[in-house]
T-cell receptor
Framework: AQKVTQAQTEISVVEKEDVTLDCVYE???????LFWYKQPPSGELVFLIR??????QNEISGRYSWNFQKSTSSFNFTITASQVVDSAVYFC?????????FGKGTSLLVTP | DTAVSQTPKYLVTQMGNDKSIKCEQN?????MYWYKQDSKKFLKIMFS???????INETVPNRFSPKSPDKAHLNLHINSLELGDSAVYFC?????????????FGPGTRLTVL
């Protein structure tokens, strides 16, 4: 079965700290994609990254980076030098059939 | 321009009523979706629809029905609303129908059933 586990329900950090959000997945597919989305307090779902299983290189986008490791079935997300605006719920997702199967989300609170 | 838009943003109604939520995308995508987010923030697929095929999550009550007048629109009709239908409903779209392409989401519609 296609499954995503985000074991961290809530994380609280102080501004400028680095924080890593964990995502562990289960899939029967040999090739697949993984996604991260951000849901800020305003409620919309913002796409962050789509990654395919062929490419295990780490991805960096500004203060955001993603570590994909097939050997441990993990796709972790790190925010460097966190800011208050990073406060949001972050979802990891894996395609399951015709749609996305989301993890339960990790709520990140960054305080000044 | 908003890529995926939904109306209304908030919907408050009484039990037993029938209501609709509208969704439009201007991305030229072939596939549209409806997701439900419950009070614990859990996101679950309800429907996927493209020109050829409607795929329904079997757990969705038949009081919910998607209607697509054209490729850019996918509306959600809900009959005989129940308290448990209170949630945030998100529309999304993507280029393909296999679930592997990036899905872009609308702003959500918060439905409250009293």
């Amino acid at each position: 079965a296609q499954k995503v586990t985000q074991a961290q329900t809530e994380i609280s950090v102080v501004e400028k700290e680095d924080v890593t959000l964990d995502c562990v997945y289960e899939t029967r597919d040999t090739t697949y994609y993984l996604f991260w989305y951000k849901q800020p307090p305003s409620g919309e779902l913002v796409f962050l990254i789509r990654r395919n299983s062929f490419d295990e290189q780490n991805e960096i986008s500004g203060r955001y980076s993603w570590n994909f490791q097939k050997s441990t079935s993990s796709f972790n997300f790190t925010i460097t030098a966190s800011q208050v605006v990073d406060s949001a719920v972050y979802f990891c997702a894996l395609p399951s059939g015709y749609a996305l199967n989301f993890g339960k989300g990790t709520s990140l609170l960054v305080t000044p | 321009d908003t890529a995926v838009s939904q109306t209304p943003k908030y919907l408050v109604t009484q039990m037993g009523n029938d209501k609709s939520i509208k969704c439009e995308q201007n991305l030229g995508h072939d596939t549209m979706y409806w997701y439900k987010q419950d009070s614990k923030k859990f996101l679950k697929i309800m429907f996927s629809y493209n020109n050829k095929e409607l795929i329904i999550n079997e757990t969705v009550p038949n009081r919910f029905s998607p209607k697509s007048p054209d490729k850019a629109h996918l509306n959600l009709h809900i009959n005989s609303l129940e308290l448990g239908d209170s949630a945030v409903y998100f529309c999304a779209s993507s280029q393909d129908s296999a679930g592997t392409d990036t899905q872009y989401f609308g702003p959500g519609t918060r439905l409250t059933v009293l």
